[in-house]
T-cell receptor, first 114, second 115 residues
Framework: DTGVSQDPRHKITKRGQNVTFRCDPI?????LYWYRQTLGQGPEFLTY????????KSRLLSDRFSAERPKGSFSTLEIQRTEQGDSAMYLC????????????FGPGTRLTVT | GNSVTQMEGPVTLSEEAFLTINCTYT??????LFWYVQYPGEGLQLLLK?????DKGSNKGFEATYRKETTSFHLEKGSVQVSDSAVYFC??????????????FGKGTKLSVKP
């Protein structure tokens, strides 16, 4: 299966700790997106990469959040000094090809901050 | 700004009933429209899409038509099955106005189909 994968699937951490999530997109896709989904809501956009360049960041992405895609393949999302409000499902999606903007999502990483 | 509004759920139907989930949007450019589905315990899956006005997206018996005049993209299915029980999300991708194609989602509509 060559779909989008995310690791870990679940993460429980204590408030104030740092966490890092990884996303591996579909191999030929050059565009990668991070979203956050809280219970009962639709996903909300966090940030976007085209190849290794981070081209757009949502105002939801506070200074405690940082994302990288160093070689234009996998991406990491780090949250520093986690807060209880960071508890959510973090979703990664990828898309590729010219004129094709449909996005394919990974299974998500569920973060619980205690 | 861009936004998507979906009918609130939950929606409960009997098997073989007709389904409509309403979705309307606001966009500054020329959006593409999508329906995604999230089955229990699974990730988001693309169900169907439409990229321009009057396009009809269809998949697995579901259909939605891009109506620019009413800014709508309602999801329909003629005869639902228990296996269609899931949360359905309407979304738009507006590549105009400087957007990089990120998706804007509605809040989702939970569908439960009873045998």
């Amino acid at each position: 299966d060559t779909g989008v994968s995310q690791d870990p699937r679940h993460k429980i951490t204590k408030r104030g700790q740092n966490v890092t999530f990884r996303c591996d997109p579909i191999s030929e896709h050059n565009r990668l997106y991070w979203y956050r989904q809280t219970l009962g809501q639709g996903p909300e956009f966090l940030t976007y990469f085209q190849n290794e360049a981070q081209l757009e960041k949502s105002r939801l992405l506070s200074d405690r959040f940082s994302a990288e895609r160093p070689k234009g393949s996998f991406s990491t999302l780090e949250i520093q000094r986690t807060e209880q409000g960071d508890s959510a499902m973090y979703l990664c999606a990828s898309s590729g090809g010219t004129g094709t903007y449909e996005q394919y999502f990974g299974p998500g990483t569920r973060l619980t901050v205690t | 700004g861009n936004s998507v509004t979906q009918m609130e759920g939950p929606v409960t139907l009997s098997e073989e009933a007709f389904l409509t989930i309403n979705c309307t949007y606001t966009a500054t450019g020329y959006p593409s429209l999508f329906w995604y589905v999230q089955y229990p315990g699974e990730g988001l899956q693309l169900l169907l899409k439409a990229t321009k006005a009057d396009d009809k997206g269809s998949n697995k018996g579901f259909e939605a038509t891009y109506r620019k005049e009413t800014t709508s993209f309602h999801l329909e299915k003629g005869s639902v099955q228990v296996s269609d029980s899931a949360v359905y999300f309407c979304a738009l991708s507006d590549r105009g106005g400087g957007s990089q194609g990120n998706l804007i989602f509605g809040k989702g509509t939970k569908l439960s189909v009873k045998p």
